[in-house]
């Protein structure tokens, strides 16, 4: 009896999870867990188009490397009493200095896609960013928005400006707060495990699909139940047709369509002609020098991203965390900055803002977060990365985001 009484002062029984998806997530205690979850769930080619990068795929390495090999220099006894991860952006408060960033073709992760991942936003109290190439519209993210959701919308310069003034109107009319034009794509990065996929959406069958859908049977139920992917926000637009490729009705090449589409002519005239046909603020993703940086802040516009596009680019282009202390430093407050790229903890969060970034910005991790438990696994990594936030603070010796700065971090 005396043992019996021992084991239940120590030990208790765990109530049994019947759902899988909240059995993964008790087990998840990271974002590269979400990961491998993800990778399981997921047909090899659908995994390797989020995950995937451009060609050698250093960039996209380096992306995470450049958070790793920056320690910090933590001060202690320095009074740390309530913990405050808030900030604000663009003028608006944030709950902790992330943005979701805008991801195409997000319903191959989950059938609910974008509308699950602004409904977890909302609740984190962060904005999301929808793409151009989203696979729902601006009307229905804003629905399942709800009342205080901050949404920005991501612009492509397609060569039909009509089209890009069609899309902002629709922003504008049901309360899209900003725009992100993105300035990294003049062609399309060449993402070789696409290439060596034959990656197309929707995917085409072929022996190696029927492979696959038995292989992820979960994933394939839920696509085969599920209304076709779309590019939403230009269905019906595309040249007047309801039967091209922007209807989804057909495989397409994600390279070549989207290359055929581009306007591979922009340039800083068009970020004036912006200004023109939205009130709201523009920010610029895709800065990935300190030049740029100081043009834009020249040209107006609220905000900067720096960002190698997740390093689906240009291989070896610069990784935006390793730009954030030069450019702070050559736009003196002028202008806000986000870091893009390589968030993988609550403490990458903190490194940037100590280096000074205004706020940072990711994708991946909500696509994996997405894939392996839908919305309710979105709600898990936005709290993995506030926590960590918070946590990182008290560690640093910091009790609230303003109390960041370069002192904090080892120089490299």
């Given at each position: 009896?005396?043992?019996?009484?021992?084991?239940?002062?120590?030990?208790?029984?765990?109530?049994?999870?019947?759902?899988?998806?909240?059995?993964?997530?008790?087990?998840?205690?990271?974002?590269?867990?979400?990961?491998?979850?993800?990778?399981?769930?997921?047909?090899?080619?659908?995994?390797?188009?989020?995950?995937?990068?451009?060609?050698?795929?250093?960039?996209?390495?380096?992306?995470?490397?450049?958070?790793?090999?920056?320690?910090?220099?933590?001060?202690?006894?320095?009074?740390?009493?309530?913990?405050?991860?808030?900030?604000?952006?663009?003028?608006?408060?944030?709950?902790?200095?992330?943005?979701?960033?805008?991801?195409?073709?997000?319903?191959?992760?989950?059938?609910?896609?974008?509308?699950a991942v602004v409904r977890a936003a909302g609740r984190a109290g962060i904005p999301f960013t929808l793409s151009t190439m989203g696979t729902?519209?601006?009307?229905?993210?804003?629905?399942?928005?709800?009342?205080?959701?901050?949404?920005?919308?991501?612009?492509?310069?397609?060569?039909?400006?009509?089209?890009?003034?069609?899309?902002?109107?629709?922003?504008?009319?049901?309360?899209?707060?900003?725009?992100?034009?993105?300035?990294?794509?003049?062609?399309?990065?060449?993402?070789?495990?696409?290439?060596?996929?034959?990656?197309?959406?929707?995917?085409?069958?072929?022996?190696?699909?029927?492979?696959?859908?038995?292989?992820?049977?979960?994933?394939?139920?839920?696509?085969?139940?599920?209304?076709?992917?779309?590019?939403?926000?230009?269905?019906?637009?595309?040249?007047?047709?309801?039967?091209?490729?922007?209807?989804?009705?057909?495989?397409?090449?994600?390279?070549?369509?989207?290359?055929?589409?581009?306007?591979?002519?922009?340039?800083?005239?068009?970020?004036?002609?912006?200004?023109?046909?939205?009130?709201?603020?523009?920010?610029?993703?895709?800065?990935?020098?300190?030049?740029?940086?100081?043009?834009?802040?020249?040209?107006?516009?609220?905000?900067?991203?720096?960002?190698?596009?997740?390093?689906?680019?240009?291989?070896?282009?610069?990784?935006?965390?390793?730009?954030?202390?030069?450019?702070?430093?050559?736009?003196?407050?002028?202008?806000?900055?986000?870091?893009?790229?390589?968030?993988?903890?609550g403490s990458d969060i903190v490194k940037a803002l100590s280096a000074g970034a205004d706020a940072t910005m990711g994708g991946r991790l909500?696509?994996?977060?997405?894939?392996?438990?839908?919305?309710?696994?979105?709600?898990?990594?936005?709290?993995?990365?506030?926590?960590?936030?918070?946590?990182?603070?008290?560690?640093?010796?910091?009790?609230?985001?303003?109390?960041?700065?370069?002192?904090?971090?080892?120089?490299?």
């Amino acid at each position: 009896m005396g043992m019996i009484r021992t084991l239940r002062s120590v030990l208790r029984l765990r109530r049994p999870e019947f759902s899988r998806s909240a059995r993964s997530l008790r087990a998840a205690a990271n974002v590269d867990d979400l990961r491998c979850i993800a990778q399981r769930r997921l047909p090899a080619g659908v995994f390797d188009y989020i995950d995937g990068g451009a060609e050698d795929e250093l960039t996209l390495d380096r992306n995470v490397r450049a958070f790793r090999e920056t320690t910090f220099k933590p001060r202690v006894l320095r009074g740390v009493g309530e913990l405050d991860t808030s900030s604000t952006l663009l003028g608006r408060p944030l709950s902790f200095p992330l943005v979701l960033a805008p991801t195409g073709f997000t319903r191959i992760a989950d059938p609910q896609g974008e509308l699950a991942v602004v409904r977890a936003a909302g609740r984190a109290g962060i904005p999301f960013t929808l793409s151009t190439m989203g696979t729902r519209s601006i009307e229905e993210c804003a629905a399942a928005a709800g009342s205080g959701a901050r949404l920005w919308f991501q612009v492509y310069a397609w060569r039909d400006r009509k089209l890009v003034r069609t899309m902002l109107e629709r922003a504008a009319a049901v309360g899209f707060e900003a725009i992100c034009l993105t300035v990294d794509t003049a062609v399309l990065g060449r993402r070789e495990r696409d290439v060596r996929r034959g990656f197309t959406l929707p995917p085409e069958i072929g022996p190696g699909t029927f492979i696959e859908a038995i292989r992820r049977p979960v994933w394939t139920l839920k696509f085969l139940r599920s209304e076709p992917i779309r590019f939403a926000n230009v269905v019906g637009l595309d040249n007047g047709s309801r039967s091209g490729p922007a209807t989804g009705e057909r495989a397409v090449d994600l390279a070549d369509y989207m290359n055929s589409q581009f306007d591979h002519g922009l340039s800083w005239d068009d970020v004036a002609w912006l200004r023109t046909v939205w009130d709201g603020p523009i920010l610029l993703k895709g800065i990935q020098t300190v030049d740029d940086a100081v043009l834009a802040v020249s040209h107006g516009v609220e905000g900067i991203i720096l960002s190698n596009h997740g390093g689906r680019q240009l291989d070896t282009a610069p990784a935006p965390f390793d730009l954030v202390p030069a450019v702070a430093e050559a736009t003196a407050g002028r202008i806000e900055i986000i870091c893009d790229g390589g968030i993988r903890r609550g403490s990458d969060i903190v490194k940037a803002l100590s280096a000074g970034a205004d706020a940072t910005m990711g994708g991946r991790l909500f696509l994996y977060a997405l894939a392996a438990a839908g919305e309710k696994g979105v709600d898990h990594v936005l709290e993995l990365l506030r926590s960590g936030t918070e946590r990182t603070l008290a560690l640093v010796g910091a009790s609230k985001i303003s109390d960041l700065g370069p002192e904090l971090l080892e120089s490299r």
